[in-house]
């Protein structure tokens, strides 16, 4: 069963850095989508993406991120210069239609030091 | 604003039992969709089931179930039959129609106790 894929599972920064979340979407999607949990919290949207563009995004989504879909199949989330309060699981989702569900990554385990 | 409260912050529940999780939502939508997600020790989404808001037949997957009371804005999951494999975070949220982001609740941790 096809899946959504996310690289590095756990990444260690330290706080001003660059850093780069990647994420393989489910070959025929078109919908892509970053979320983010802080530890012990709910899930939060970040970014949505549609035909190479963002289609929405949260207050959370400030100027130090960005996300990109470099080619056909991968789609990145970028954050310029990390802060502490970044430190968080990153999920990215994809969906085939906006009608339809929105399958979820493992998650990229981000910590800023 | 879209809004979903799970007020059930831990439950548990003995193995072979059925245990019920509570969610409600606001929207002030008409076409909208409704999920739970399961998060187990891996941290991984796992989509558990899915109600669209124009059906008024509850889903039903497997030992998994809801009670969506629409006017209500209920949206509750039954898990019947309890196996120790459904220990995990569960997470109720809610998208409006259209391409729009979930909206998750706080979630609710379930232990399945032998």
């Known amino acids: 069963e096809p899946e959504v894929t996310q690289t590095p599972s756990h990444q260690v920064t330290q706080m001003g850095q660059e850093v780069i979340l990647r994420c393989v979407p489910i070959?025929?999607?078109?919908?892509f989508y970053w979320y983010r949990q802080i530890l012990g919290q709910k899930v939060e949207f970040l970014v949505s993406?549609?035909?190479?563009?963002?289609?929405?995004k949260s207050e959370i989504f400030d100027d130090q991120f960005s996300v990109e879909r470099p080619d056909g199949s991968n789609f990145t989330l970028k954050i310029r210069s990390t802060k502490l309060e970044d430190s968080a699981m990153y999920f990215c989702a994809s969906s085939r239609d906006i009608a339809y569900e929105q399958y979820f990554g493992p998650g990229t385990r981000l910590t800023v030091t | 604003a879209q809004t979903v409260t799970q007020s059930q912050p831990e439950m548990s529940v003995q193995e072979a039992e059925t245990v019920t999780l509570s969610c409600t939502y606001d929207?002030?939508?008409?076409?909208?969709?409704l999920f739970w997600y399961k998060q187990p020790p891996s941290r991984q989404m796992i989509l558990v089931i899915r109600q669209e808001a124009y059906k008024q037949q509850n889903a039903t997957e497997n030992r998994f179930s809801v009670n969506f009371q629409k006017a209500a804005k209920s949206f509750s999951l039954k898990i019947s039959d309890s196996q120790l494999g459904d220990t995990a975070m569960y997470f109720c949220?809610?998208?409006?129609?259209?391409?729009?982001?979930?909206?998750f609740g706080k979630g609710t941790r379930l232990s399945v106790i032998a």
């Open positions: 070959s025929n999607h078109l919908y």
């Open positions: 949220a809610s998208r409006n129609s259209g391409n729009t982001p979930l909206v």
């Open positions: 929207t002030s939508e008409n076409n909208y969709y």
């Open positions: 993406f549609y035909n190479n563009e963002i289609s929405e």
